[in-house]
């Protein structure tokens, strides 16, 4: 355990696994971070949010989101999994066990700032939904 959330080793170059579930009834065109890590513009450290009624996750500046609109009312399952495959790191998004897309990860930008769940790391955005059972697996 991180005596602090800013040592939460999370980067776009090391292995890590997020989960969570949540619940959001309507969609909504501002940007409403789940969870967030770094830098709040361009090149978010890891980041998961909606947009639009669709989940867009933030690795490194690469993003992947979600094909459906999931601000449904309805609990979803959401895996954020960054691994290295073959020697090059890329970011898979699950949406209820089905992999969405899987992005190569070029990122490398690392960050001291905390780890925040339902806002983003500047503090000026929100999430409006339900979460459960967030954890982080490295």
């Not at 450290?45 to 449904?72: E, P, Y």
Request: with cysteine; aromatic share 10%; glycine share 12%.
């Amino acid at each position: 355990t991180p005596t602090n959330q800013a040592s939460l080793p999370i980067a776009p170059t090391q292995a890590f696994t997020i989960a969570v579930w949540f619940k959001r009834n309507a969609p909504t065109s501002s940007y409403e971070p789940l969870f967030s890590k770094g830098d709040i513009v361009g090149t978010k450290q890891v980041a998961m949010f909606t947009s639009g009624g669709k989940i867009v996750a933030s690795v490194g500046g690469n993003t992947v989101s979600s094909d459906a609109v999931l601000c449904d009312g309805n609990w979803h399952l959401l895996v954020l999994a960054n691994e290295n495959i073959g020697g090059t790191w890329k970011t898979r998004l699950y949406v209820d066990g089905s992999a969405t897309l899987t992005e190569a990860n070029s990122g490398t930008s690392t960050s001291t700032a905390n780890f925040r769940i339902g806002r983003s790391t500047g503090g000026g955005d929100y999430y409006y939904g339900l979460l459960d059972d967030f954890r982080v697996y490295q």
